[in-house]
């Protein structure tokens, strides 16, 4: 039972490029979220998507945006990269939307940013 | 608004002796409770979760958390320490209306002496 795959594991890229993140949720899970954790904190909730829409955002400018396809599988795009958005890039996946339903995590997108 | 604070940036332990990782947190509701532990370079990974059934919460590992409202307190316990506990262990809630988006604590890391 394959879970949380992301992809690619690391990326490097310089400011003002654009970036897209692939993630591909746990079997039998229909809604991913995506987090960005900077090196040293803890996770920050960027956004979750459920029946392809996006649910809830966090508080992220407008340069992060995300898709999900009919699979279920989600990617992370971020427009005009700046040097603050280095950070491993994480994708959780969970079976509906409930507060108390726990979030499988991926490995993470490490990205690199010149 | 819900806030997660980890008393302990670092805790080191010794091996074969208790752990104990503090965490406090602040929620106007109801909240879920979870701690997730994440090794290097990897992603997270749940070790329990508290939903408002027992207070007293057995997870994977041998660990276990014990939920307190009055003292709002989630604090994380292993009776003996093992070499493959050292990693990053996270504190993260979330309520009932806010049912999307994962407050993480800032972390402690936990080391573990031979």
């Known amino acids: 039972d394959a879970g949380v795959t992301q992809s690619p594991t690391h990326l490097i890229k310089t400011r003002g490029q654009q970036v897209t993140l692939r993630c591909s949720p746990k079997s039998g899970h229909d809604t991913v979220s995506w987090y960005q954790q900077a090196l040293g904190q803890g996770p920050q909730f960027i956004f979750q998507?459920?029946?392809?829409?996006?649910?809830q955002r966090g508080n992220f400018p407008d340069r992060f945006s995300g898709h999900q396809f009919p699979n279920y599988s989600s990617e992370l795009n971020v427009n005009a990269l700046l040097l603050g958005d280095s950070a491993l890039y994480l994708c959780?996946?969970?079976?509906?939307?409930?507060?108390?339903?726990?979030?499988?995590f991926g490995d993470g997108t490490r990205l690199s940013i010149l | 608004a819900q806030s997660v604070t980890q008393l302990d940036s670092h805790v080191s332990v010794s091996e074969g002796t208790p752990v104990l990782l503090r965490c406090n947190y602040s929620?106007?509701?109801?909240?879920?409770l979870f701690w997730y532990v994440q090794h290097p370079n990897k992603g997270l990974q749940l070790l329990l979760k508290?939903?408002?059934?027992?207070?007293l919460v057995k997870g994977i590992n041998g660990f276990e958390a014990e939920f307190k409202k009055s003292e709002t307190s989630f604090h994380l316990t292993k009776p003996s320490a093992h070499m493959s506990d050292a990693a990053e262990y996270f504190c993260?809630?979330?309520?009932?209306?806010?049912?999307?988006?994962?407050?993480f604590g800032s972390g402690t890391r936990l080391l573990v002496r031979p």
């Open positions: 508290y939903t408002s059934a027992a207070t």
């Open positions: 993260v809630v979330t309520r009932m209306d806010s049912s999307y988006k994962l407050i």
């Open positions: 959780a996946s969970s079976s509906g939307t409930a507060y108390n339903q726990p979030q499988h």
């Open positions: 929620s106007s509701y109801s909240p879920s």
């Open positions: 998507y459920y029946e392809e829409e996006e649910r």
